[in-house]
């Protein structure tokens, strides 16, 4: 599959798996070939809160192609949330179709099952719906009163935040809002479902395969081991495929009652209200600090939403618990139901969003201060975790800063906001603190090694995903490293529930725990054939180790997992970001002309496909700034934008050179091979920096998101 001679990680390799990606061999869900296929369409309510009525199919089961339509009256009845409403969502069952009862505009109220998708399409259009209606929880301010704490731990407190501000010679309390978001991976959330005498088999696009099966055997209550689900190739997720949707389970559905194999492709239109969304979230800071820059108190407050039969809250107090020294120190998290789908997890959940609100805060409170917003966070450093109290197994965020201040040129920043033109453009820097917690799961692999003439070849196997983060590349140099034989020599399948079982792509912990988790098959491996051929592998090589064995072929497994020293301590990535912007005086439109990223992850298996995390994170943390939002529609609970025309995400013409510097850092204390996460540290503070800049450029502070060239005029 792969072409690479270098052994080992750390090299900057091409993607292994770019060749069938760019031959477009590297197949999707829905690009499966399999026999007797039918297609499913869902249908969509109308509404956002009340019953189904009266439902008539009988137009759309006159139309030619057309096997059957699905309703709650004759769907599968599945296991269902059995809590009072909003039950927690962290339950792994999916049910649909259950009832008359609707809970947000868009939800799925239907599916037309067809030969064809476009004839599944069209009679899906033409089933009749009738509502009684009742009017909806939609409006975020109007349902304040509503609030409520959802989980015990979503409050947190050490100290006394009041005796801190009280304490403090300089205080600062403001507001940010960010607004809903939505995922929009570029690959379709999708399936291909077979259900055969209660086995189910699914080309599924999901990021964690063992979860899929979990919900696809939970919801229809069969046993996990008779349901495989396969992913390859996925292409991205952001979160909103951590879970199996609903979608899936109506695929595997649809084949139960028909009897054939089924495709259900949600459509991107679909994917505003059918794949979930990131939370509004509305953030109080409070911050206190002596003159000499010290914190005295950081409160962070967040009001949020959630389904009215679901709960999800985005944590967006995480990152304050424990960025900076404070002796005092409080986040609370409160939700409103409302008649909108079920928020999810999205790119960092609760860094992404909640670092905009400290980051931005912290920088008001330098400009109060009269500090240098770099120096004040440096000031403000610790490198034990205040929350829990342990040790961070490694903290370069002054470092990140320090370094990055001087590369991107931070003493040409203007003093004063509003002080540095380019013509018609106000220019501003801006700077924000990032951490990403780096979490490092239990994760299994095989490893199948053949004696072909006098080389060894390897097949490593595991249930993981590459949702276009780079998994098969670094997995493959991985096992290089610890067979030491080239790349080019290593096989990586992932994807399949029958491999061995790992977490799947999410959170930041994909790297760390598939690279252990390979290299503790391999190292299994060496040590059984050290054993039996009483040569060692530095000295003999792995051909001469397989010969002596008499061996043309050996199998092993291995397991890694986090020990008791990464328990000990606080686990995190850091970094840096530095931005400049040109704003027009005029029109208020704004360019980002340069980011810097300077990120502490430990050790960096390829930097380019690191580099590549890294820029994405950036370009995403520039489109929470520059477009993206999905609005609410005031009197029916649409979404207004329900396509790319109207949810807007930044262009190349919107990005400017992003550079990235990776610190060199191994921390061996996060696992064996000093590994931590990357994927969500890049999109963490973004928003701040851009922001920041703005505020520097202008002097106006922008606290809500996006920043439209409108609120800077
Ligand atoms: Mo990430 S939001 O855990 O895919």
């Known amino acids: 599959m792969n072409t690479d001679i270098s052994i080992g990680t750390g090299n900057p390799i091409d993607r292994v798996e770019g060749r069938l990606k760019v031959m477009g061999l590297a197949k999707y869900a829905s690009e499966f070939n399999v026999k007797n296929l039918a297609y499913a369409q869902g249908i969509n309510s109308t509404i956002a809160k009340g019953t189904i009525t009266a439902i008539d199919t009988s137009e759309a089961e006159k139309q030619k192609g057309v096997i059957k339509v699905l309703t ?12 009072e409403l909003p039950a927690i969502s962290t339950s792994s069952i999916q049910p649909v179709l259950q009832s008359a009862d609707v809970y947000y505009y868009g939800e799925y109220v239907g599916l037309v099952i067809a030969e064809t998708f476009e004839q599944a399409q069209y009679a899906a259009s033409l089933v009749k719906y009738t509502y009684s209606e009742e009017k909806p929880d939609i409006d975020f301010d109007s349902s304040r009163a509503k609030a409520y704490r959802p989980t015990e731990k979503s409050d ?5 935040v009041s005796q801190g501000l009280a304490e403090a010679d300089v205080t600062l309390e403001q507001i940010y809002n960010t607004p809903i978001e939505h995922h929009h991976p570029m690959e379709l959330h999708a399936i291909i479902a077979s259900w055969n005498n209660g086995n189910v088999e699914a080309y599924a696009s999901q990021q964690i395969i063992d979860d899929a099966t979990l919900t696809i055997a939970d919801t229809f209550q069969i046993e996990k081991k008779n349901v495989r689900v396969i992913a390859p190739f996925v292409g991205g997720g952001f979160g909103s495929k951590l879970h199996a949707k609903q979608h899936v389970i109506l695929g595997v559905m649809a084949s139960k009652q028909i009897g054939r194999p089924v495709q259900m492709t949600v459509t991107r239109n679909q994917m505003f209200t059918n794949t979930n969304l990131r939370q509004r979230n509305e953030q109080k800071m409070q911050v206190g600090a002596k003159s000499d820059g010290s914190l005295t108190a950081l409160s962070h407050d967040t009001l949020s939403h959630t389904s009215t039969y679901e709960e999800f809250q985005e944590s967006c107090g995480t990152v304050t618990k424990m960025l900076y020294k404070t002796p005092n120190n409080k986040v609370t998290h409160r939700l409103m139901p409302m008649n909108l789908q079920t928020p999810f997890a ?6 992404a969003t909640g670092s905009f609100a400290l980051e931005s805060a912290m920088d008001e409170m330098a400009w109060k201060l009269k500090m240098d917003p770099v120096d004040f966070r440096v000031k403000n450093d610790t490198q034990v975790d205040p929350s829990s109290d342990k040790p961070f197994s490694s903290r370069l965020l002054n470092e990140c800063l320090k370094i990055g201040a001087k590369e991107f040129g931070w003493e040409e920043r203007p003093q004063k906001p509003g002080t540095k033109e380019e013509g018609n453009w106000l220019v501003g820097y801006g700077v924000s603190g990032a951490s990403r917690r780096a979490p490092y799961q239990k994760t299994s692999a095989k490893i199948i090694l053949e004696l072909k ?3 060894v070849f390897a097949t490593i196997q595991m249930d993981a995903t590459d949702i276009g983060t780079g998994s098969y590349t670094i997995i493959a140099q991985t096992a290089s490293e610890y067979l030491n034989i080239p790349v080019a020599q290593v096989d990586v399948e992932l994807g399949d529930s029958d491999f061995p079982k790992t977490p799947g792509s999410g959170g930041s912990w994909g790297a760390a725990s598939f690279s252990n988790g390979a290299r503790a098959a391999c190292e299994n491996a060496i040590a059984s054939l050290e054993e039996k051929s009483g040569l060692k592998l530095a000295d003999a090589g792995l051909a001469k180790l397989m010969r002596s064995g008499n061996l043309n072929s050996f ?14 301590h606080s686990v995190f990535s850091f970094g840096a970001n530095f931005t400049e912007v040109w704003v027009d005086k005029d029109t208020g439109v704004f360019r980002i002309k340069r980011m810097l990223n300077v990120a ?14 890294i820029i994405g994170g950036c370009v995403m943390g520039a489109g929470m700034v520059i477009a993206e939002q999905t609005k609410v529609e005031p009197n029916y609970g649409n979404f207004i934008t329900r396509s790319f025309a109207d949810y807007h995400v930044p262009v190349n013409l919107d990005m400017a050179n992003i550079d990235v510097i990776f610190l060199p850092e191994e921390d061996k204390i996060a696992n064996k091979m000093g590994i931590k996460g990357v994927g969500e540290l890049g999109i963490t503070s973004v928003a701040a920096s851009i922001a920041n800049a703005i505020f520097n450029a ?4 922008m606290r809500d998101l996006p920043i439209t060239p409108e609120k800077l005029i």
């Open 72 to 83: 709650y009256k004759n769907a599968d009845k599945l296991k269902q949330y059995d809590e």
């Open 156 to 160: 947190y407190s050490r100290g006394d």
């Open 346 to 351: 999205m790119r960092a959940p609760g860094e």
């Open 453 to 455: 003439d006098s080389e």
């Open 555 to 568: 199998e092993a497994e291995g397991t890694a997992e986090p020990d008791e020293e990464f328990k000990k």
């Open 600 to 613: 502490s992850c430990g050790k960096i298996l390829n930097p380019k496909t690191a580099f590549g995390q």
């Open 698 to 701: 202008t002097g106006k502070r």
